[in-house]
C-alpha cells in the first residue's frame, strides 16, 4: 500500500521538463557547497581560529564541491559553477539555451545557501561583531561570504590569479571526465574533483582566497549587502568584486581553450586489436582473481566493514605477492566488456583496500603476532647492522667498522677502550640515505667531548622499508647492538655502566630493545630517546617498545606528538624516568609551513624536506644545541600537564622537581618512572628560554571582568619589553593569578614592574569630558583593580621577587593607566613571611 501511494505522488508531482530538474540540481548543488564551505569559514572566524584553520576551510570547500558533484551530477552535470558551464558551452557539451538557466540557479543557490550560513551562525556573529557588521578591519566579517583581495594585491593581479586559478581547474575537470583519456573511476569523479579544489587552495589561495567561481562570490556578496553590511561589500578593495566574476569566466574560455587545442584535439579514433588485447588482459585477471579467491575476500562484505574483518579475509596476503598492480587497476575498470562479472565503484575501491593492507599492514599483523610477554631468548645472530667508528673529516665509508659478528680482536686505531662509548641509532628511512643530523650530532659531540668513543649504528639496508616491515626489523637491530655490547665488554671490559645509546624514532626503541636483549650482571648506564616513533608503538607493553626498564637512566625528548587521525609521529605516553614535553610536545616553534622560506635559506634545496620532518627532528636539535651551548642550558619543570605548565604553575625545582634538558640531565630516580617535566624553547639554536612565574593578586571585589594587562619587567642587565597578560576567564576579587612569560635573554635581577590596564582610551576621554559637563560627574566611579600582591619568580634560579607601589595610592589600577612597581624592601618581606608562618 505504502509502496503504491509513493508511485501515485511520484507520477503527480514528478517534473516532467528536464530544463526545470536541472535547475533544481544546479540551484542545490550550490547550495550545499556554499553550506560547507562558507560554514567553515563562518566557524574559523567566528572562534578566532580555535575551531578551524586554512587547512580546515580548504577541507570544507573541497567536501562541499564533492557533495554537490554527487548530488547534482546525475542530472545537469553538477556545473555548480558559471564558469564551468561556459567551457562546457565552448566545447559542444551544453546547449547555449541551456547556459542562463544554469547560471541563474547558481546565483540563486549561492545567495540561499548565504542564508543559510548566516542563520547558522547568526547569535556567534552578533557575539563576535557586538551587532556591527564591518568589511574591513581587524573584525570584519564579510569575508565569511565573500572574497577580498590580501592588501599587497593590485587589481591586475588579481586579475591573473583568478584566471590562471580557473583555468587549472576547467583543465583538471576536462581530464578527469575525458571518456578518451584515463580520466576517473565511475563514481570517483567527485571525489577527484574535490582534490582539485584542495589543491588549487592550498597552492593558489594566498592571494584572494581562490574564489574561482562568479556565482560563490557575486550570489553571497549581494546577500551581505542586504544583510547589514551594506554597499562597502563592493567599494571595498579598490571595487575589487567585479574580478571574482570575470576573471573567472575568462579563466573558464582559457582552460577549454587550452585542453581542446593541446589533449582533446589529438585523441586518436579507438584501434579494434588493442580492444581486443585489453579484453584477454582482463579475462587473465579475472581467472587469477577467481583462483585464489581474492575478490570475494574484498568485495563480498558490507559497506560497513571494519579493517579486522579485512585482516581475518586477506590472510598473509602471499597470494598477491608478483601481480602487475598496474594491469589488475587496469582490468578492474568499469568497461563495457560482455562478461558476467559486475564491477561497480566500491568493488574497486574495496580491492584498492585490500591491495593496500596486504603491501603495507600485514607486516604490522605478523609484528603484533610475533610480541609476546618476555624477551626472545638471546641466540645465533646474522648481523645485518653495521657500526662505523666515528672520525672526524672523514667521510662515512672511511669510517673504521666494528664488526662483532667475525670475532678476533679490534682493528681500529681510534677506539679507545678507556673512554666512554656513544652509540648513535638512527630511525626510518625514506631514500636510503644517512640523515645529516648523525654528522652534525657526531661532530657535536667530538667538539664538545674529546675523549668519548662514538659509534654510528647503520641500518639503512633495514630502515630502508616499508614502515611496518621497518618496525619489525628494529628487534633484529636491538640484539645486533646488544651483541656489540656483549662483545666490547668481553675484548675490552668495556663497563655497560659507561655506554650511552641515543635512538632517534625507531632508533629510540633499537636503543630499548638493546638494553632488554643485553645480559649481565649489569645494566647499560643511559637511553636517550629522541623523539620515540608512535605507530605501532603508543599503547603497547613495555617490552615492546623502549622503556625504564631497559638502562640505569633512561631520558626521552618528545617533541611531535600532535595527534592526526588518532596517530603521532611521536610516542605521546610517558617511555622514560624522565620525560621532557618541550612546547608541550605536541608542535614546535618555527617549523610551520610559512618557515619554509627560512629553511630554504640555510638547507637549500633540502628546505622543503626539512620543514617537514621540523617538529620530529627538533628532539635531535635539542641535544645538539645542549652539547654545544653548554652554558646556555634550557631547564623543565615537573607538571601535570601541558595545560597547568603554561599557566605557571609549575616552576618548582624542590625535592628534583626540575632538570637539564639534553646531554647534562641528571640522572634522578624518582622511583616513579614517567615523569613528565615541561619547557618552552625559541624557534632557532639556541634554542634556551627563560621563564619568570607572574603572579597578581586582586582583593577588591570587582565586577566580573576580563581585563588586557600588560607588563614590563626591568632588570640589572636590560629590560624585558612590554609582555601581554591573557586571562582566559573573567576575573573576580580575592583570588591568585598565576601566568608563565618567557624571554630569550637573561635580564638579571629584577628590580621595577610596569602594570598597564590596557582600556579603551577614546571612550575613557569621552566619559572624562561628561563628567566635567555634568553636575554629578564627580560621582562616578572609576574602574580600578585593586593588587593585593605581586610576585615575579625565576625559574632558572628560583628567586622571587615581591613589587611594591611607588605612589601614595597604594596598589590600585585605573583603566588605561600604567602603574610603576619596585622590589619591595628585603625587611618587608621577611614581616610578610613571618605573617605567612605564624597565620
Not at 610475533?370 to 665509508?397: C, D, H, I, W
Not at 606528538?561 to 616553534?589: C, W
Not at 597547568?644 to 628534583?656: I, Q, S, T, V, Y
Request: glycine residues 10%; neutral net charge; proline residues 5%.
Amino acid at each position: 500500500m505504502g509502496h503504491d501511494n509513493m508511485n501515485k505522488i511520484k507520477e503527480k508531482c514528478a517534473l516532467r521538463q528536464g530544463i526545470i530538474k536541472e535547475f533544481l540540481a544546479e540551484f542545490l548543488g550550490i547550495f550545499v557547497l556554499i553550506l560547507f564551505g562558507c560554514g567553515s569559514v563562518a566557524q574559523t572566524v567566528l572562534s578566532k581560529g580555535a575551531l578551524g584553520e586554512p587547512l580546515t576551510i580548504h577541507i570544507g570547500f573541497s567536501l562541499g564541491v564533492m557533495m554537490a558533484v554527487y548530488m547534482a551530477g546525475g542530472v545537469s552535470g553538477a556545473h555548480v559553477n558559471p564558469a564551468v558551464s561556459l567551457a562546457m558551452v565552448l566545447l559542444g557539451k551544453l546547449p547555449l539555451k541551456k547556459f542562463p538557466v544554469y547560471v541563474l540557479a547558481q546565483f540563486l543557490g549561492a545567495f540561499a545557501g548565504s542564508c543559510a550560513v548566516y542563520g547558522l551562525y547568526y547569535d556567534a556573529l552578533m557575539d563576535y561583531t557586538s551587532g556591527d557588521l564591518m568589511v574591513t578591519g581587524e573584525n570584519a566579517t564579510a569575508n565569511i561570504f565573500a572574497s577580498y583581495p590580501a592588501k599587497h594585491l593590485s587589481t591586475l593581479n588579481g586579475f591573473v590569479d583568478q584566471v590562471i586559478a580557473t583555468a587549472a581547474l576547467i583543465l583538471c575537470i576536462l581530464a578527469i571526465t575525458d571518456g578518451k583519456n584515463i580520466g576517473a573511476p565511475k563514481g570517483m569523479e567527485p571525489l577527484c574533483i574535490g582534490l582539485i579544489i584542495m589543491a588549487i587552495g592550498v597552492s593558489m589561495g594566498f592571494n584572494c582566497g581562490y574564489p574561482i567561481n562568479p556565482a560563490r562570490d557575486l550570489g553571497p556578496r549581494f546577500f551581505t549587502a542586504v544583510a547589514g553590511w551594506g554597499m562597502d561589500v563592493f567599494r571595498a578593495g579598490g571595487c575589487w568584486w567585479w574580478i571574482p566574476v570575470v576573471g573567472p569566466m575568462v579563466g573558464g574560455t582559457v582552460g577549454a581553450g587550452v585542453y581542446f587545442l593541446l589533449i582533446e584535439l589529438h585523441h586518436p579514433e579507438p584501434d579494434p586489436l588493442e580492444e581486443n588485447m585489453v579484453k584477454d588482459k582482463y579475462e587473465m585477471i579475472t581467472r587469477y582473481i577467481k583462483q585464489y579467491n581474492v575478490l570475494p575476500a574484498c568485495t563480498r562484505r558490507p559497506v560497513g566493514y571494519s579493517f579486522k574483518d579485512l585482516y581475518l579475509l586477506l590472510g598473509d596476503g602471499s597470494h598477491l605477492r608478483g601481480l602487475n598492480l598496474a594491469l589488475l587497476v587496469e582490468a578492474l575498470s568499469p568497461r563495457d566488456y560482455p562478461v558476467s562479472v559486475e564491477f561497480d565503484t566500491m568493488s574497486i575501491v574495496k580491492v584498492f583496500c585490500c591491495l593496500l593492507l596486504t603491501y603495507q599492514l600485514t607486516e604490522g599483523k605478523r609484528i603484533k603476532a610475533n610480541k609476546t610477554a618476555t624477551p626472545p631468548p638471546a641466540g645465533p645472530n646474522v648481523g645485518q647492522s653495521v657500526f662505523r667508528l666515528y672520525s672526524q673529516g672523514a667521510s662515512m665509508e672511511d669510517w673504521c667498522m666494528l664488526d662483532p659478528f667475525k670475532g678476533g680482536v679490534n682493528s681500529c686505531a681510534g677506539f679507545n677502550s678507556s673512554h666512554p662509548l656513544i652509540i648513535i641509532n638512527h630511525g626510518w628511512s625514506v631514500d636510503g640515505m644517512m640523515e645529516s643530523w648523525v654528522f652534525r650530532l657526531s661532530s657535536a659531540f667530538r667538539q664538545s667531548l674529546p675523549e668519548v668513543n662514538i659509534v654510528v649504528t647503520d641500518w639503512l639496508a633495514l630502515a630502508h622499508q616499508h614502515y611496518p616491515i621497518a618496525v619489525q626489523n628494529t628487534r633484529a637491530v636491538g640484539q645486533d647492538v646488544a651483541s656489540l655490547l656483549r662483545w666490547l665488554q668481553d675484548q675490552y671490559k668495556l663497563s655497560p655502566k659507561r655506554v650511552h645509546l641515543i635512538g632517534y624514532s625507531l632508533g629510540a626503541h633499537i636503543s630499548g630493545f638493546a638494553g632488554s636483549h643485553f645480559r649481565g650482571s649489569e645494566k647499560i648506564g643511559r637511553i636517550t630517546g629522541l623523539d620515540p616513533a608512535g605507530p605501532l608503538f603508543e599503547g603497547m607493553s613495555p617490552i615492546d617498545r623502549l622503556s625504564s626498564d631497559d638502562a640505569d637512566f633512561v631520558d626521552a625528548i618528545h617533541t611531535f606528538t600532535h595527534e592526526r587521525m588518532g596517530l603521532s609521529v611521536g610516542i605521546k605516553q610517558p617511555v622514560a624516568h624522565q620525560d621532557f614535553y618541550p612546547n608541550g610536545g605536541n608542535f614546535q616553534p618555527g617549523c610551520d609551513f610559512h618557515n619554509i622560506y627560512e629553511h630554504i635559506t640555510e638547507y637549500g634545496l633540502m628546505g622543503f624536506e626539512q620543514t617537514v620532518k621540523c617538529a620530529h627532528e627538533r628532539s635531535v636539535h635539542l641535544l645538539i644545541d645542549s652539547i654545544l651551548n653548554r652554558d646556555q642550558r634550557s631547564v623543565a619543570y615537573v607538571c601535570k600537564d601541558n595545560s597547568a605548565f603554561e599557566k605557571g604553575m609549575c616552576l618548582d625545582c624542590r625535592r628534583n622537581r626540575c632538570n637539564t634538558l639534553g646531554y647534562d640531565t641528571r640522572r634522578v630516580h624518582t622511583g616513579v618512572a614517567g615523569k613528565k617535566l615541561y619547557l618552552k624553547t625559541g624557534s632557532r639554536m639556541p634554542y634556551k628560554l627563560y621563564h619568570y612565574q607572574f603572579k597578581v593578586r586582586f582583593t577588591n571585589h570587582l565586577k566580573r571582568i576580563k581585563p588586557s594587562l600588560t607588563i614590563a619587567l626591568t632588570g640589572t642587565k636590560e629590560e624585558s619589553g612590554e609582555l601581554p597578560i591573557h586571562f582566559k576567564e573573567e576575573i573576580c576579587g580575592n583570588r591568585t593569578y598565576t601566568f608563565l612569560i618567557t624571554l630569550d635573554r637573561d635580564i638579571g635581577d629584577l628590580m621595577m614592574l610596569t602594570l598597564q590596564w590596557e582600556g579603551m582610551a577614546l571612550w575613557k576621554n569621552m566619559w572624562d569630558r561628561m563628567q566635567t559637563i555634568l553636575p554629578w560627574g564627580n560621582m562616578a566611579d572609576t574602574p580600578q583593580l585593586t593588587v593585593g600582591r605581586i610576585t615575579v619568580k625565576v625559574g632558572d634560579t628560583q628567586k622571587r621577587t615581591a613589587f611594591c607601589s611607588v605612589t601614595d595610592d597604594g596598589m590600585h589600577v585605573e583603566e588605561a593607566q600604567e602603574k610603576l612597581f619596585v622590589r619591595c624592601q628585603e625587611n618587608h618581606q621577611k614581616q610578610r613571611r613571618k605573617k605567612q608562618r605564624l597565620a
